[in-house]
């Protein structure tokens, strides 16, 4: 899991923390997570992102890019992210969430939070900027590729989308396999499927996808 | 950046157009404005002259969309207090609805069959027997309503416990989901509550007997729908009425917060504590004369 060779981005690494090696960003913690000398637990069970990189996914993170997060919730992960990214648009469209995700940004001077909703882009295409570097999904809702596709204006040519699908936002009596297949089909429309892994035992049900522009 | 630097006022530009650096209304272009193509936004802006460099232009966008969401945020959670209300309203209604026709359908199914349960419970007992004729298919069927009327009252209870604290955080904490919703009804909304003086806060949900008062036909009512609380219902009687105002006092806080504001303030509940904590010591301070004062008025 945890070779020599993992690529972490610049301002992501792998701390003793409470005795155990763990993924950790620098930053003022946002949900009670465990810290040690200034860095902050990345639970890759609580953060799907965090799996995708603790499962060695070639996430092509570098440190200090321009990222749209979709999904951002509470702002779980999207504060690790905004902790080691540059700019990071932060959408969220239900307003319980977005409460604590207003306070994760207090203390991040590049985390921009958008109460907006991730299948209209065209309602916050004129606040994010057009070439992100990375857009991160984790939308739980149905029509998860829709909202990829939709979003798809926003990235640099050379830019990924890293998206982890939930198969039972999509459909709980289907079989999460079909789900994810269906998934992919509807993405190759506007996106290039560079890798995909279940991320279990993290999370089950769901599938981690690194994906490209065609 | 070889794209049009001319960023005009129109659907498809920046939120920054036209827009002073300084201007409030910087949160509702956020808000409100659109374009359905994304374009390299702070080097526009900085070329328009909004921003002087891109981390200029960066700190405006955070400030800007942070009140933005701010705004937004409280105002769906606001609107979310009209279905608080509906819901609260819905499950008394549930409530009474069903104990009346789980009576009647137990009623009838004890002249039917053999053991004869009442309440919603017994209406239970009676909606899971299969029937055999005409009368018993009624008596079932009646009983069956019983039990969906109050299933359904249990669903509105559930809405009301998860909706409630996002609605108004700290009157939830501290009245519970449940007492919280129903003194938001009874004002008429979150912002008339928030806007009531704290003797009104009181007396909710006992207006005849406030009427009776003010006819001169009555006491003064110590409380209305904040007798439910524990804080007042396991005060001692002598001690109920400055107990009621106290609960009532900070009740009023916490509605007002939770309007102008939304935030968690934990100082709030801590002096409620205190405050009750020192009303209740009076009792151990004069234990003697309350000895066998019973819990009920």
Not at chain 1, 131 to 148: E, M, Y
Not at chain 1, 175 to 197: G, N, S
Not at chain 2, 90 to 118: H, K, L, Q, S
Not at chain 2, 134 to 144: D, P
Request: charged share 30%.
């Amino acid at each position: 899991m945890s070779e020599t060779s993992e690529r972490l981005p610049a301002g992501v690494e792998r701390r003793s923390i409470e005795g155990r090696s763990r993924l950790a960003t620098r930053g003022e913690p946002v949900y009670g997570e465990p810290t040690a000398d200034g860095w902050r637990t990345w639970d890759p069970n609580r953060s799907k992102l965090g799996a995708m990189i603790e499962l060695g996914m070639d996430h092509g993170l570098v440190g200090d890019e321009t990222v749209l997060y979709l999904g951002a919730a509470a702002g779980t992960t999207v504060s690790h992210v905004a902790d080691f990214a540059g700019p990071t648009y932060a959408v969220e469209f239900a307003a319980r969430p977005a409460r604590d995700l207003l306070s994760a940004a207090e203390t991040r001077d590049r985390l921009i939070p958008l109460l907006k909703d991730a299948r209209r882009p065209e309602t916050y295409g004129h606040v994010v900027e057009a070439d992100v570097d990375a857009i991160i999904q984790d939308v739980a809702t149905r029509g998860q590729a829709a909202v990829a596709v939709r979003n798809a204006r926003f990235l640099a040519p050379d830019g990924r989308l890293l998206l982890a699908v939930k198969a039972r936002s999509e459909d709980v009596t289907d079989a999460p396999a079909a789900v994810f297949e269906r998934t992919l089909d509807r993405l190759r429309d506007r996106y290039e499927i560079r890798e995909t892994e279940r991320l279990d035992p993290y999370h089950e049900d769901h599938l981690g996808v690194i994906a490209t522009l065609r | 950046m070889s794209e049009d630097t001319d960023a005009t006022n129109g659907p498809d530009g920046g939120w920054f157009d036209g827009l002073d650096p300084e201007d409030d209304d910087a949160a509702a272009a956020i808000i409100e404005g659109r374009a359905e193509t994304p374009r390299g936004w702070p080097t526009l802006a900085v070329d328009s002259g909004f921003a002087d460099d891109t981390d200029d232009y960066y700190d405006r966008l955070r400030a800007a969309a942070t009140r933005a969401t701010r705004r937004t945020v409280r105002e769906r959670e606001r609107a979310d207090d009209r279905q608080l209300i509906h819901a609260v309203r819905a499950m008394d209604d549930c409530e009474r609805t069903a104990n009346e026709v789980a009576e009647r359908a137990t009623e009838w199914a004890g002249a039917i069959f053999d053991t004869a349960p009442t309440g919603v419970d017994g209406a239970r007992d009676v909606a899971a027997r299969e029937p055999n004729e005409a009368a018993e298919r009624r008596a079932v069927s009646l009983a069956t309503r019983a039990v969906d009327l109050a299933d359904e009252r249990d669903e509105l209870s559930a809405y009301i416990e998860r909706t409630a604290p996002s609605v108004a955080p700290n009157l939830s904490a501290m009245a519970g989901p449940e007492l919280a919703a129903r003194l938001i009804a009874l004002a008429g909304g979150l912002e008339p509550l928030a806007k009531k003086p704290s003797g009104t806060v009181q007396v909710l949900g006992a207006e005849d007997a406030l009427f009776a008062h003010l006819a001169g036909r009555a006491p003064s009512p110590k409380h209305g729908v904040i007798y439910t609380h524990d804080f007042v219902r396991n005060t001692r009687p002598a001690d109920r009425g400055s107990a009621a105002r106290a609960f009532a006092g900070k009740l009023t806080l916490a509605a007002r917060v939770d309007h102008y504001s939304g935030e968690l303030r934990a100082e709030l509940h801590e002096d409620l504590r205190e405050r009750i904590a020192t009303i209740r010591a009076r009792a151990d301070s004069e234990r003697a004369d309350t000895e066998g004062v019973s819990a009920d008025e």
